[in-house]
């Protein structure tokens, strides 16, 4: 593949060929000395529209770390505040000949556009409630660590789906391995012709998590709700966070995921994010910087592989 845009398009091979590299960047990323020159000489823009802890953060480590040059744009005080389009600030990016631009924006699909104009690698960093598809595979890295397969598995997505790229992306990806996917939200929040998506679907959490190896949180999304009915934080918590009590209707070895940032008290009690017999949160963030490398090391060589095929010189 040319860009990393989505999970959608990716195959199962694909898929296991970027988390079996990423297993090795695990183990590097544990040593003390952990840089590689993989990506020497190369250079990484990351553009991000949108806030974030999380992925800019580990793109920028995970950059540094494969030895490639890294420039985090400023947005906010970027030429775009003067009016400058989204397309014309890609062109002049790509202009000073960069090998990989990482985005994040709040539309769906301005990612996908966006590797149309440009001559790099262009991964996506989430795009509006479209995809992130770095996001599912780190999480699907951290399943696979916890359970030993990806397969057979069954694995609840609870809370805010409808406006959640890390659901679409996961679904994906779930989808692919040839696991259960439970959804489990009140019914404002779940996006219309979810059956076509192959899940179950459940507003009570109680039936939705019973036996299940994997319990999937989800933040609500309030930048993305354009007025939707919710309930109060209070009846969300009563209804649809995860407490111990709903939590026990689950596998007693599913483990708790949740992408971040947390609404502690809203989605879930800040206890069973905290309980590191349950909870792999923090193995989620540790896995986010081994997957990038390897996403970003596999997308570089693709494209110089697909260079050589056609007789450019690299
Ligand atoms: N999970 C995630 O994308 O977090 P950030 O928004 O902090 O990058």
Redesign the pocket.
């Known amino acids: 593949a040319q860009h990393l845009l989505g999970i959608e398009h990716l195959s199962r091979d694909d898929i296991v060929s970027i988390l079996d590299l990423a297993e090795q960047y695990v183990e590097l990323n544990r040593q003390p000395h952990k840089h590689v020159d993989t990506l020497a000489g190369m250079t990484q823009i990351n553009m991000f529209f949108e ?6 953060s580990s793109f920028e480590i995970a950059g540094k770390r494969l030895g490639a040059d890294v420039m985090n744009m400023a947005m906010g005080a970027s030429s775009i505040k003067k009016g400058e389009t989204l397309i014309d600030t890609a062109l002049t990016l790509n202009a000073m000949n960069p090998d990989l631009l990482v985005v994040r924006h709040p539309h769906s699909g301005a990612v996908d556009l966006l590797s149309e104009k440009v001559n790099c690698a262009v991964l996506n960093a ?1 795009d509006g409630r479209h995809e ?1 598809p770095t ?1 599912a595979l780190l999480d699907a890295l951290t399943i696979r660590r916890a359970k030993g397969r990806l397969h057979r598995l069954s694995v609840a997505i609870c809370g805010d789906i409808a406006h959640s790229r ?1 659901a679409r992306s996961n679904i994906f990806m779930l989808n692919k391995m040839e696991s259960r996917i439970r959804l489990i939200a009140p019914v404002t929040l779940l996006p219309s012709g979810i059956d076509q998506f192959g899940v179950e679907v459940f507003d009570d959490m109680a039936e939705g998590l019973e036996g299940v190896d994997v319990v999937m949180m989800l933040r609500l999304q309030r930048e993305r709700m354009d007025g939707a009915f919710i309930p109060s934080p209070r009846e969300y918590y009563h209804r649809w966070g995860l407490t111990a009590e709903k939590l026990s209707h689950a596998k007693d070895d599913a483990i708790v995921m949740h ?3 947390m609404n502690r008290g809203v989605e879930i009690d800040g206890e069973i994010a905290d309980d590191l017999n349950r909870s792999v949160i923090q193995e989620q963030v540790e896995m986010g910087v081994a997957v990038r490398m390897a996403a970003m090391e596999l997308l570089v060589k693709a494209r110089r592989d697909a260079k050589r095929d056609v007789g450019v010189m690299v």
Request: aromatic content about 0%; charged content about 10%; overall charge positive.
């Open positions: 806030n974030s802890t999380r992925t800019q989430g992130h996001q890390v992408p971040g940032p």
